[in-house]
């Protein structure tokens, strides 16, 4: 099949460049996708050949040839459309520059997405390891991995331009009911229960895969008293490894030893005489103890999110701000070395879960690579658009308070743990 798009312009196009994509192109809708690139870019099109897969599960194909005005429209638009999984069919390697400064990439280096990634090296498709967004590509004995701008070392070849590069989208499955309704249009007038019994279904097959599930929390939990449900998740060995701040930690051990969140007692409703007190003075005896964990070993601390972390071997890592009381003294006050930790601990995750935090939920949507599947639930639809729209396509969002979404989870995996039915739906 054949197909031209009028010039955008009289003058013929002086420079073209074939390319081809291949995968799900159609469903997933990256041909057109591809094609507005070009055309917004100030290009024009031709495809000189396509093959649509026959069945659900066939691959397509596409060999397009770009048209441009001059080489640096043509630059502009392969590199545009380079994210989107197209590849021109002249194979040539990447490009490679010395970095000339510490802490900085060389000018024109290639800005990494968080889909999977390869570049050619002598003449071979090479896997770009850690995968993430927004990091440069650095190339060492014959290995390409994705690298933060901080951690660019004097010399390092970093990879510039986007020759030799090829992307492949994530395509997008058809998911079942609950997730597809969770991620199109953000609203607050959706019904919760599909999406909800959707979420228990894929941490129960997630857990029964071995995979490792990430909580990402805000101190919401421990304010609407939902902390008592996050205690069952980490016991039930649902959450592997817990991401938060200062506060819900801080906020979690004051519950745990006053019975208070912000000086509120949680079972009556009711501010407690100097409560404001409460959250520095449970910080203040953690300290006194050397540590949430020898506050646990020593009888301190008896309940609560972060003692369940320690009871049952879930790691977590606290990434302090500007505004922190104290603070605890596992926070990591360092951002750059709390991004570093992240990084590392973040590598095998399965599944994220995030629950009303927006400044922690972006910051670990931009580690992600894009096959991880995240769920959010924030009362706030920002939160789930700001991820959206800084490139976590992947995020099925949930707007919806925390409480009533915590306690019906848990009665959701309860019913599909006592039926088996998760099972038979998932065909385990």
Same mark, same amino acid.
């Given at each position: 099949m054949e197909?031209r798009?009028?010039?955008?312009?009289?003058?013929?196009?002086?420079?073209v460049?074939?390319?081809?994509?291949?995968?799900?192109?159609i &469903?997933?809708?990256?041909?057109p996708k591809?094609?507005?690139c070009i055309?917004?870019?100030?290009g024009a099109?031709r495809i000189?050949?396509?093959a649509?897969?026959?069945a659900q599960?066939?691959p397509?194909?596409?060999l397009?040839?770009?048209?441009a005005r001059d080489?640096?429209?043509?630059?502009?638009?392969?590199?545009q459309v380079?994210?989107?999984g197209?590849?021109a069919?002249k194979?040539?390697?990447?490009?490679?520059?010395?970095?000339?400064?510490?802490?900085?990439?060389?000018?024109?280096?290639?800005?990494t997405?968080?889909?999977?990634? &390869?570049v050619?090296?002598?003449?071979?498709?090479t896997?770009?390891?850690?995968?993430?967004m927004?990091?440069g590509?650095?190339? &060492?004995?014959g290995?390409?991995?994705?690298?933060p701008?901080t951690d660019v070392?004097?010399?390092?070849?970093?990879v510039?331009g986007?020759t030799?590069?090829?992307?492949f989208?994530?395509?997008?499955?058809r998911?079942?009911?609950g997730?597809a309704?969770?991620?199109?249009?953000?609203?607050?007038?959706?019904?919760?229960g599909?999406?909800?019994? &959707?979420?228990?279904?894929a941490l129960?097959?997630?857990?029964?895969?071995?995979?490792?599930?990430?909580?990402?929390?805000?101190?919401?939990?421990?304010?609407?008293?939902?902390?008592q449900?996050v205690?069952?998740l980490?016991?039930r060995?649902?959450i592997?490894l817990l991401?938060?701040?200062?506060?819900?930690?801080?906020h979690?051990?004051?519950q745990?030893?006053?019975?208070?969140?912000?000086?509120?007692?949680?079972?009556?409703g009711g501010?407690?005489?100097?409560?404001?007190?409460?959250?520095?003075?449970?910080i203040?005896r953690?300290?006194?103890?050397?540590g949430?964990?020898?506050?646990?070993?020593?009888?301190?601390?008896?309940?609560?999110?972060?003692?369940?972390c320690?009871r049952q071997?879930?790691?977590?890592?606290l990434a302090?701000?500007i505004?922190d009381?104290?603070?605890?003294?596992?926070?990591?006050?360092?951002?750059l070395?709390?991004?570093?930790?992240m990084r590392?601990k973040?590598r095998?995750?399965?599944f994220?879960?995030?629950?009303?935090?927006?400044?922690?939920?972006v910051?670990v949507?931009n580690?992600?690579?894009?096959?991880?599947?995240?769920?959010?639930v924030?009362?706030?639809?920002s939160?789930i658009?700001k991820?959206?729209?800084?490139?976590?396509?992947?995020?099925a969002?949930l707007?919806?308070d925390v409480e009533p979404?915590?306690?019906?989870?848990?009665?959701?995996?309860?019913a599909m743990?006592g039926?088996?039915?998760?099972a038979?739906?998932?065909g385990?």
């Open positions: 197909n798009v009028l010039q955008t312009s009289k003058d013929p196009a002086g420079h460049e074939d390319v081809e994509i291949r995968g799900h192109i &469903e997933s809708l990256i041909l591809v094609l507005d055309v917004n870019n100030g099109f000189k050949q396509v649509v897969g026959q599960k066939d397509s194909y596409a397009i040839e770009v048209q080489q640096d429209t043509l630059d502009l638009i392969l590199a380079a994210d989107h197209a590849v069919t194979a040539q390697d990447c490009s490679l520059a010395a970095a000339d400064i510490e802490g900085a990439f060389p000018e024109g280096f290639y800005s997405t968080n889909q999977r990634t &390869e050619r090296l002598a003449g071979q498709w896997p770009v390891a850690d995968q993430e927004d990091c590509v650095r190339v &060492e004995a290995a390409a991995r994705c690298v701008m070392r004097l010399g390092d070849a970093i510039v986007h030799g590069v090829r992307v989208p994530e395509e997008r499955p998911e079942s009911q997730f309704f969770m991620e199109s249009n953000v609203s607050t007038e959706k019904p919760k599909v999406a909800t019994r &959707e979420v228990a279904r129960l097959q997630n857990r029964a895969a071995g995979g490792k599930t990430l909580l990402v929390g805000g101190p919401a939990i421990v304010h609407t008293g939902s902390g449900f205690q069952q980490i016991r060995r649902y592997d991401f938060a701040g200062n506060a819900l930690a801080t979690d051990i004051e745990a030893l006053f019975g208070t969140s912000l000086g509120v007692y949680l079972e009556q501010l407690a005489e100097t409560g404001h007190e409460h959250h520095l003075r449970a203040n953690i300290r006194r103890a050397g949430i964990r020898q506050a646990v070993d020593s009888g301190l601390l008896r309940s609560g999110i972060m003692f369940e320690v071997g879930v790691d977590f890592l302090g701000s505004r009381d104290g603070p605890l003294p596992e926070v990591v006050t360092d951002v070395d709390a991004q570093r930790q590392e973040v095998g995750v399965t994220c879960l995030m629950i009303a935090t927006t400044l922690h939920s910051a949507g580690l992600l690579p894009a096959w991880v599947k995240v769920v959010c924030d009362i706030n639809p939160t658009i991820l959206s729209d800084r490139g976590s396509f992947q995020t969002g707007v919806t979404f915590l306690r019906v989870l848990i009665e959701e995996l309860t743990e039926s088996g039915q998760w038979v739906d998932s385990q």
